[in-house]
């Protein structure tokens, strides 16, 4: 099937619509992280740089570090626009531009998210960093799209069980990593967790500044939760959406948080930038010990 211009946008110069990018322009190694300015604080390690595009908060830089061609790319904040950014990377690799036709051959991209989160248990140390094991999504995205990601009904049910979710708020959603991407990145650095991705920083993430959030206690409530054992380590805002869509398309996902903030203690990182700069680092290396 040939999709229309307006399901496919391209641009005058054929690229597409948001990114602003052609298909050769990324590689098949994606670094995803939500500050546009953190892009280049990741291609400031690459040996060589070949393209710098971006058009609103999609800026994208693609170079080669130790051989190994990267792609790294701002998505800004929140899972509205990692559908954008998930379909569109997927349309640069397995869509043929020319004829507007689905590609026979798939490419499956990884794809590695460094971001910054909070963590909501007293253990979980500033600036150490978790790598997603599984990601419970308030958002939603999953909802839209036709999927029997369904292995984690029963926890799903739990957790709308144990902390009295409101029927108003969408149905959390639970996806798991990559498996095998994961175990590039495994160390004695790198806790593995769960992760909550919430569709706002104040009141979704339970914060009063002047509003209230509806629900009181809302850390607590999600601090509390358990389920075979295990416990909710930390939140941000994107990962479900990066897992669930990579999951439905094919990719393989993992998602490193570097904790900045600790909600149980109150705490903050002192120096946020060199402890993204770490986990930026150690990312790169193992990305490249192939
Ligand atoms: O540091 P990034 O990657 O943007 O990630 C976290 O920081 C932002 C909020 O400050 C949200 O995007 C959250 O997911
Ligand atoms: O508390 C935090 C810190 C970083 N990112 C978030 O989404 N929440």
């Given at each position: 099937m040939r999709l229309s211009p307006s399901e496919l946008i391209l641009n005058a110069d054929g690229s597409i619509y948001h990114l602003n990018l052609l298909p050769h322009d990324i590689a098949e190694t994606i670094i995803t992280v939500g500050d546009p300015d953190r892009?280049?604080?990741?291609?400031?390690?690459?040996?060589?740089?070949?393209?710098?595009?971006?058009k609103r908060e999609f800026l994208t830089h693609t170079g080669f570090l130790n051989g190994k061609r990267i792609s790294v790319i701002s998505?800004?904040?929140?899972?509205?626009?990692?559908?954008i950014v998930l379909n569109e990377l997927d349309a640069l690799v397995n869509i043929d531009f020319e004829t507007r036709k689905l590609k026979k051959n798939r490419i499956r991209l990884k794809i590695i998210r460094?971001?910054?989160?909070?963590?909501?248990?007293?253990?979980i140390p500033i600036d150490s960093w978790i790598?997603?094991?599984?990601?419970?999504?308030?958002?939603?995205?999953?909802?839209?799209?036709?999927?029997?990601?369904?292995?984690?009904?029963?926890?799903?049910?739990?957790f709308?069980?144990?902390?009295?979710?409101s029927p108003k708020k969408s149905r959390p959603y639970v996806v798991q990593f990559n498996a095998d991407l994961a175990k590039k990145f495994k160390s004695n650095r790198i806790r593995f967790g769960i992760t909550t991705t919430n569709t706002g920083f104040y009141g979704p993430q339970g914060r009063t500044l002047r509003l209230a959030p509806s629900t009181n206690g809302f850390i607590e409530s999600i601090s509390n939760f358990r389920y075979q054992d295990r416990q909710i380590t930390n939140l941000e805002m994107e990962t479900s959406g990066i897992y669930a869509l990579s999951k439905l398309l094919g990719?393989?996902?993992?998602?490193?948080?570097?904790i900045l903030a600790n909600r149980a203690t109150g705490e903050f990182s002192k120096n946020p930038e060199a402890s993204v700069q770490e986990l930026i680092t150690f990312a790169l290396q193992k990305i490249t010990s192939d």
């Open positions: 892009v280049t604080e990741v291609s400031s390690h690459f040996d060589s740089i070949q393209i710098k595009k971006g998505t800004g904040i929140g899972t509205d626009n990692i559908d460094i971001g910054t989160s909070g963590a909501i248990q007293e253990d790598l997603t094991e599984l990601a419970i999504g308030f958002d939603g995205l999953l909802h839209f799209y036709k999927n029997e990601l369904s292995d984690f009904m029963e926890m799903e049910d739990a709308i069980l144990q902390t009295g979710w990719h393989q996902a993992v998602s490193l948080n570097c």
